[in-house]
């Protein structure tokens, strides 16, 4: 018994190892920049005083901050609804079509999913390009919009963000239906067929043994959408660096600009640890809530 | 059996992924020598593109025939904070360009070799141009030396000014933009056609309306700076950019930038008669349009009045040296090349660069191109020096600025909103 337990410790020390190496290490140099005064000139004469919380209180007070965080939390909670809809309406779709149609669908998705994300976001920015971007052509053409040929959209914040949460959700779409599916598959067929004995009609099927039964998933793949959404980066930075005025600018890019563009590095590590508490709270928070209702042992 | 086995095949698939990691992290650590290996970023548009270099190299390797210089052309984006991080890892390049106004931030944050010591030994360095030299300096001392300078201009097509019936060149805006009407009248036919295509992002070509009526961006008062948008003179001007960029160009040029879809491209294809155009389009423009060679007319941008053309922002580059390379003495000796007049004559006649002091000019052949710029820079306006801007650049901020008012913001309100922004992020770095 003894020895079997060393040996468990001894297999799982590489992990631990690594683990510790790649994730606590620079979790514990993020944590101590974000209490020192950090600029660009740290970076080469290595000074760096401690500051206590100065950089959180200068995050904390400052009114783009909370203004920052708002919208982020209003840009996740219509990108995850939306892709955990989409997602579960894609994964319906895959269980009940035709081969071919399956095959087809599923050979989409992967490809949407293998694509880059820089690669995509430049590709939705040719389409949505004011002068010769295919949208414009293409909505212009339809006629219902109006003359749209010279449209800008990234002009105005609404449009931008809704552009930039379409393409977040189409980016996360493929993961949700894919996994989703993969749960589908496992649901005994037995609990389907009783089912239509008993009469029940397609809405109360979905309401009463899919979705319960793909609860533990759906728990799970909210959390990562959460998490995969706030810390969206490439889509807004390339599609809009955050602007025009600072209107699509999210956690994930301002923390980016303080670092890295305005050189303040102990406030960009304060916005960072800032995000990783609030989502670490949601996380456990949530997966707690599940456990709680015994859908999670 | 299956069971265990799994997990601990991964964990040594991991750890030999650790292992190699590990491996290639430690930076081969090279003696400072004689001989240490150069290596240079220059920037896209610039020398570096061009077969000027490989003479600025053979000539370095007559002084320096063991030192290997490899040039590596970096594009614009983001350089900012490319260049802090590879300067600051300690094993990036040994020589470094930058844009004027991002310059003042790497002589700030210590990155960069002082060369004041030397200064001297660059020629004519006592009649560098202040907008470049300037820069240049941090705390008295020199971290970085001109490199070129660089204007925009306007730049026409004679055809389609015959074309349209056009005899006389513009004076002012108000007759810049009935060449504008008569151009569209024209050409009316080609799609998207614009008289004077105008970028709604380019504000490289909008801040000269704020400069004309002695509005600005942003201004110093006792080491504390702020926005200058939303005094009365910027706001006639933000007014008059957006009326020219309305009047001029193409509904659909106003939320994009000179470089999608590429300006010289438009021009080049008859979609526009008129660009301003930085030192390298003409070529470029003939290069895809060989019909268009002797087609190019230049001038100085018009402006309110007549016979005074609207400022321009006198940009350009500077160069310095990495404060980690390992051969200083090289990396001089190459800055002492390309700073030199023999390569800054090249400059000037085969990229339409400014040189970096007028001595430097050459007395014949110089371009219309040259021509035209020489004429416009007399009415200059240097960008603040001042290490905050270059977050303003990453951000892209004055692009999206310009392009909104061009697109029909209230200029009041985004003019507030501009101040707030540049003040917090020009007084956050450096002071």
Known sequence: MRADRRLAYALIAPAVLILLAILAYPMARLILLSFQRFDSRSLFTGEAPLVGFDNYTRVLTDPQFWEVLARTAGVTIVTVLAVMVAGFGLAQLLRKAAGWARVTLLVGLVLIWAMPMVSSAIIWQWMFQPQYGVMNWILTRLVIFGDLSAHNWFGNTFEALTIIIVMVVWKGLPFVALTLYAGMTQIPEELYEAAALDGARAGAITRNITVPMLAPIIGVLTTLQVIWSVNSFTPFWVLTQGGPAGGTTTLSIYAYVKALSANDYGAGAAISILTVLILSTFAIVYVRRLSAQGEIS | ?431
């Not at chain 2, 056009?166 to 009935?178: F, G, M």
């Not at chain 2, 600005?216 to 960029?245: I, M, N």
């Open chain 2, 1 to 431: 059996m299956k069971t265990t086995l799994r997990p601990a095949l991964f964990t040594a698939i991991a750890a030999v992924g650790l292992l190699a990691a590990g491996c290639s992290g430690t930076p081969a650590q090279s003696a400072a020598s004689d001989d240490a290996p150069l290596t240079i970023w220059l920037m896209a548009g610039g020398p570096g593109e061009t077969d000027i270099i490989d003479d600025i190299n053979a000539t370095f390797a007559e002084e320096y025939p063991d030192v290997e210089v490899t040039v590596e052309v970096q594009q614009w984006d983001n350089i900012t904070t490319k260049l802090t991080t590879a300067l600051a890892s300690g094993n990036g390049p040994d020589i470094v360009e930058m844009g004027n106004t991002q310059t003042p931030l790497q002589t700030y944050s210590g990155g960069l070799l002082d060369i004041t010591a030397d200064r001297d030994s660059f020629e004519d360095s006592d009649t560098w141009l202040e907008g470049l030299a300037a820069p240049s300096e941090y705390d008295g001392k020199l971290y970085a030396v001109p490199m070129y300078g660089g204007t925009k201009i306007v730049m026409y097509n004679k055809a389609m000014f015959a074309e349209a019936g056009i005899t006389e060149l513009p004076q002012n805006l108000d007759e810049l933009k009935d060449v504008c009407a008569r151009l569209s009248q024209t050409f009316g036919s080609t799609p998207n056609f614009s008289g004077f295509y105008m970028p709604g992002q380019y504000w490289f070509s909008g801040a000269p309306f704020v400069f004309a009526l002695d509005g600005e961006l942003a201004a110093e008062d006792d080491g504390v700076w702020e926005g200058g948008l939303s005094t009365p003179e910027a706001q006639e001007g933000l007014a008059a950019w957006r009326d020219f960029q309305n009047s001029c160009s193409t509904p659909s040029s106003v939320g994009v930038n000179t470089n999608n879809p590429d300006q010289a491209q438009v021009f080049a294809d008859g979609g526009t008669a008129i660009i301003s155009a930085r030192g390298w389009e003409p070529a470029s423009v003939v290069e895809k349009n060989p019909e268009l060679a002797d087609q190019l007319g230049f001038m100085p941008m018009p402006g309110f009045e007549t016979g005074t053309p609207l400022p321009v922002i006198v940009s350009g580059s500077t160069i310095g040296i990495s404060a980690a390379t390992d051969n200083p003495e090289a990396a001089k000796a190459w800055l002492r090349i390309i700073t030199g007049k023999e390569i800054q004559t090249r400059l000037v006649l085969e990229q339409n660069q400014l040189p970096i002091t007028p001595a430097f000019m050459p007395e014949s052949g110089a371009t219309p191109f040259i021509e035209a710029s020489v004429e416009a820079s007399k009415y200059n306006k240097a960008l603040p020096a001042v290490p905050g801007w270059a977050t303003l650049e990453t951000e892209r901020y004055n692009e999206q600025f310009f392009s909104s008012i061009a697109a029909g913001d209230d200029t009041a309100a985004a003019a507030k909103t501009y101040d707030a922004h540049v003040a917090d992020v020009l007084n956050s770095t450096g002071n």
